[in-house]
């Protein structure tokens, strides 16, 4: 249990299906990641968020819609997807600043289908 | 851009053995960490170097940064079957990057028999 949660565990989708992926995080970080991980790749980082603010877009498609409304809580709104867009989708969260040291605490991930 | 690469790919041990990995990176760096992963899991913390130390240990894990050669190691000892997943190493940018962006490794395979 590493104090980050994610919802659901596992999610299969049609291609004009809308679901959205909701991540957790209990550990009073101020910052919050999604990266997506498929087989045979490194993972890959998808977005960022400090203190609730997008930091980061790794040119990820627009049918990927993230939104942290608040420190605590992340979500990746997903649309119209494509079978190459299955994978584990990992949320993690870590403390960040000067003198900080960024160690990332992640959820167990949700694996998703697109059929 | 890739950051970190694992080596080897992967990698089969008997139980007591010692398993090393290594990792090897592009540009400089503020700390390097190792996560381990379960098969299907989300990743585990295991442990960080700063780009100013040289060797760190944490019970039966020894991690090594050699700065100059832009590469680390990272040894268990004494393995255990339950050691058995996917190691990661991952790189956190150094002069004029980002201060709290990782970039990860493909990740090596260790199976320890037992």
Known sequence: ?115 | SQQGEEDPQALSIQEGENATMNCSYKTSINNLQWYRQNSGRGLVHLILIRSNEREKHSGRLRVTLDTSKKSSSLLITASRAADTASYFCATEGGSGGSNYKLTFGKGTLLTVNP
């Open chain 1, 1 to 115: 249990e590493t104090g980050v949660t994610q919802t659901p565990r596992h999610l299969v989708m049609g291609m004009t299906n809308k679901k959205s992926l909701k991540c957790e995080q209990h550990l009073g970080h101020n910052a919050m990641y999604w990266y997506k991980q498929s087989a045979k790749k490194p993972l890959e980082l998808m977005f960022v968020y400090n203190f609730k603010e997008q930091t980061e877009n790794n040119s990820v498609p627009s049918r990927f819609s993230p939104e942290c409304p608040n420190s605590s809580h992340l979500f990746l709104h997903l649309h119209t997807l494509q079978p190459e867009d299955s994978a584990l989708y990992l949320c993690a969260s870590s403390q960040v600043g000067v003198r900080v040291l960024n160690e990332q605490f992640f959820g167990p991930g949700t694996r998703l289908t697109v059929l």
